[in-house]
């Protein structure tokens, strides 16, 4: 066996790194030259971070695995897509198939959107289930060729001439196999009149109560899974349902039931899934379960958790009397309901509020107060940091801090430019000076617009929605007159939509040559950007609007351009509670975009001795644009959070609306989850695919303390990847400090035993670069007993302010070990512990080249007892 060698690997947090070239992983044969302005295009499965191993689509958008099941010596996966683009829209339902679960065929789109005679899409498929009808109970097939049925949800739009909004339940058949498939023409087949109701999951049922058809949904804003029972699949009749129960700080979506053999004995239990986004262990998107019974009515939870009690130590404020005490309380000026907080601690819920929830006692922080719009601060009255914790309960908005950033929305010192736009009214940009093309020179005086965007500066701005007469199918470009360079910075405030492929950006051009370009947030407010300009003081340049994006966010919107010598300082949109050392945000804490409040902490050990407050801030007018939070408390431990005293299927942040198959051989019950989470989905850096599945995988139930639980492993079939003659197997040694192994891989399967030893943290690196600046850590923590998995410093991160995380989940040693088994793909990482009772799945997008894997040990010697490295062969789109 070969041994482990020495080298430097760094550990300290790093910027993010992006992509630059694919290196090896493009055929260069395969390169072709895309569109005008646009990166060349490669083969397809060569692009950047396109997975080996785990199923995506050759372009365009895909969420939630839809209508699992086996037939007929093939496994079929329906999914959500878009045919049309690289976002989420135009739902309807793609198609793989696989002998094997591993390799995957994508077939024709399989259920469309239904569009009227105007072209209007009238209804959107989203997710469901598949059902082989044996007996052909449905009468939509025979008896000689009974039909596999579909049951999805109806999404109608407002287009739909008599169920606008709503969403109801459908079906569609195929009697080829799953080739092609008809709506039924009695759509739908169960309608609750409500515009929350979906994802049905619908089983052959066998029991004393008879046999029968079985659907599981959702009412997704009230926390419940609704059981119906059908003899046919058209006729449905309400059972019982289930819920609100653990988590439920987010909307409810893609349930599953089905019975599982706990491992060892004869018992047999009932699994319910409930998906939960946000609200989830991780943040976000995440997938939570219970164990209990189902007698063929009502299904019965043995997993509640229903205990809830205030962590141990002292009070500093619980807001329950009525009033904020000693807080100084800052409601925006003129606000007509005195908002976001008004002169006392709500109650509960407030007016248009969706149920608040997990709060404690009679009284909350709510800055609801007249919606969103209001901005505010609550400060709490100094203290001398004596305790080592100070935990409290936080809800709402999940807009973070941003360090540096102004809460108002002042301009840079220096030279405004072309006035900020506010020109007389009856003149146009044309009038002075500006060169309008396109969509933009059709009616001169819609520039500059007086409508658009949030956050501008007086009455008028550009923007190229308002711009034209198309709305965001606008296209051209406004270029202004030629302006002298005088200051070190060109700052601006920027909002509309973003794209990367340059065809919208507002840019800088020196000599007719771009040479500074931005795009937007893909938001309606405005914030501030800027441009160091310094080595081009004195040169002549003209600033460009240049837009040639067409459909949503197809837009920017630019204001109040200044010259100055030093940047504009960004604003930040933060719901907040922040801990203020020394006139300094330390630490800070949001909501996840949900009305449930959970338990957060901040370590006051560092500011031992010091004065502190503490901030809410409430900075944000729209969509979440306000802040929760109760029962602040010191103490000597931090609080953990209520979501961990759950079941979750994964403790990753990319494991999301997992299912199970029908109708699997041998009973086994085969799951596979999005890998993708809502909080970044429609920005991570794939194209011209987004997305991708996690590799399927097995589960079980196995007793443990607390009762029988879930164990999850990737199916054997993932076996047959395996490069054995390229495996390299390391010898039983310690470690101490960074090692690196001699043999780097970013598609592979890694298999380790390792013992603590004398180390306080110890584990693996992967998808590491050259010089250790990029790598992701997946290790364990014996202080806290905790498995992670470190992304901090994976590669790209800059795409989204949520992605960068570190993940982690509570795993006791086995015998003194850790034994891992870790799957890597080129954009991910599956971590499965002890033999699979814990999982952490997490996306990652490292920069070509980054294959390095090594172990480490922190504050003394670990020991590997086992570790091997077995590369896997592509099975997703291999050449020839």
Not at 119 to 148: Q, Y
Not at 398 to 427: C, I, M, R, S, Y
Request: net charge negative; aromatic share 10%; glycine share 12%.
């Amino acid at each position: 066996m070969k041994t482990l060698r020495s080298i430097p690997w760094h550990f300290s947090a790093v910027a993010a790194v992006s992509a630059v070239g694919v290196g090896a992983l493009i055929a260069p044969a395969a390169a072709s030259v895309g569109p005008a302005g646009l990166a060349p295009s490669v083969a397809v499965g060569e692009e950047p971070y396109r997975p080996a191993v785990h199923f995506t689509p050759r372009e365009n958008w895909m969420n939630d695995p839809n209508g699992l099941v086996y037939y007929k010596g093939t496994y079929h996966l329906f999914f959500q897509h878009n045919p049309s683009g690289n976002r989420w829209g135009n739902m309807s339902w793609g198609h793989a198939t696989s002998p094997d679960l591993i390799h995957w065929r994508q077939q024709p789109l399989a259920i469309a959107q239904t569009f009227n005679e105007a072209g209007d899409s009238i209804e959107d498929i989203f997710s469901g289930s598949v059902v082989i009808d044996k007996t052909n109970s449905s009468g939509l097939g025979t008896k000689t060729n009974p039909p596999l049925v579909a049951i999805y949800t109806s999404a109608y739009t407002d287009k739909h001439p008599t169920l606008a909004g709503k969403q109801a339940q459908s079906l569609a058949y195929s009697l080829d196999a799953g080739k092609t498939w008809t709506k039924y023409s009695g759509n739908p087949v169960l309608n609750r009149d409500s515009a929350n109701f979906r994802d049905p999951k619908v089983f052959r049922y066998s029991g004393p109560a008879g046999t029968y058809w079985v659907m599981a949904a959702v009412e997704a804003q009230e926390h419940r899974v609704l059981l119906y029972k059908s003899a046919d699949l058209k006729n449905w009749t309400y059972l019982s349902d289930f819920g609100p129960a653990n988590a439920v700080g987010g909307q409810w979506e893609c349930p599953d039931l089905f019975q599982l053999e706990v491992q060892g004995t004869k018992q047999r239990k009932w699994v319910l899934v409930v998906n939960i986004n946000p609200g989830a262990v991780a943040g976000g998107s995440g997938g939570q379960y219970f164990v209990g019974d189902f007698d063929g009515t009502t299904f019965t939870s043995q997993s509640t958790v229903t205990a809830d009690s205030l962590p141990t130590g002292t009070n500093f404020a619980d807001f329950n009397d009525g009033t904020y005490g000693d807080w100084t309380v800052a409601n925006e000026p003129g606000n007509w309901k005195d908002g976001p907080w008004g002169q006392a601690p709500a109650t509960g819920t407030l007016e248009g509020q969706n149920p608040v929830s997990g709060f404690v006692g009679h009284g909350l922080v709510n800055g609801f107060l007249d919606r969103d719009w209001p901005v505010g601060t609550l400060r709490s009255p100094d203290f001398m940091v004596e305790s080592d914790y100070v935990n409290f309960l936080v809800g709402g908005g999940k807009h973070p801090h941003v360090d540096g950033a102004q809460l108002t929305n002042e301009p840079p010192p220096g030279t405004l430019l072309w006035d900020g736009f506010e020109f007389p009214d009856g003149t146009t940009l044309a009038d002075t000076g500006w060169s309008l093309t396109g969509d933009f020179a059709t009616d001169p005086w819609r520039n500059p617009s007086t409508a658009g965007g949030d956050y501008f500066i007086g009455r008028k701005r550009i923007n190229t929605w308002e711009g034209g007469p198309r709305g965001d199918d606008n296209t051209g470009s406004m270029t202004s007159p030629a302006f002298e360079i005088t200051g070190d910075y060109l700052s601006m405030l920027v909002g509309g939509g973003k794209r990367t492929d340059g065809s919208l950006e507002i840019q800088l051009l020196v000599d007719g040559e771009v040479v500074r370009s931005l795009t937007g947030p893909e938001d309606g407010a405005l914030n501030w950007r800027n441009w160091n300009v310094s080595e081009l003081r004195g040169r002549t340049a003209q600033l460009r609007v240049w837009d040639q994006a067409t459909g949503g966010w197809g837009h920017l919107t630019m204001d109040h351009v200044v010259m100055g010598d030093v940047p504009a300082t960004v604003r930040s949109d933060e719901t907040a509670v922040n801990l203020v050392v020394d006139g300094q945000v330390v630490a800070s804490a949001t909501g996840s975009n949900s009305e449930y409040l959970d338990w957060q902490a901040f370590d006051l050990r560092p500011y031992a001795g010091k004065q502190a407050h503490i901030d809410i801030v409430d900075n944000n007018r729209f969509g979440w644009g306000h802040i929760l939070a109760d029962e602040f408390r010191f103490g000597t431990a931090p609080a953990p959070t209520r979501a961990e005293s759950y079941d979750w299927l994964d403790y990753g942040r990319d494991y999301y609306a997992a299912v199970s198959f029908n109708d699997v051989p041998a009973g086994k019950r085969v799951m596979i989850g999005w890998m993708n989470n809502w909080d970044y989905a429609n920005e991570i850096p794939t194209s011209p695919w987004r997305s991708a599945m996690a590799l399927p995988r097995n589960v079980w139930l196995a007793p443990t303390p607390k009762g029988p639980r879930l164990v999850s492993r990737v199916v054997q079939q993932a076996g047959g990847l395996d490069l054995t003659a390229q495996a390299y197997a390391a010898a039983a040694q310690s470690i101490s400090g960074e090692t690196l192994l001699p043999k780097a891989a970013s598609v592979a399967r890694i298999d380790a035993v390792l013992t603590p030893g004398t180390a306080t943290r110890f584990g693996l690196s992967v998808h590491g670069n050259a010089d250790g600046s990029e790598r992701t850590l997946i290790g364990y923590d014996m202080a806290t007993g905790r498995l992670y998995v470190d992304r901090t410093a994976s590669g790209k991160l800059d795409f989204a302010s949520s992605f960068p995380s570190i993940d982690d989940a509570s795993v006791a040693l086995v015998g003194g070990k850790l034994t891992l088994s870790i799957y890597l793909d080129r954009s991910s990482v599956e971590v499965f512990a002890q033999g699979g009772k814990t999982s952490i799945t997490d996306q990652v997008f490292p920069s070509a080249g980054s294959d390095r894997i090594g172990v480490w040990a922190e504050g003394g010697a670990a020991r590997v007892q086992s570790l091997k490295v077995t590369p896997l062969a592509p099975a997703m789109f291999p050449r020839g």
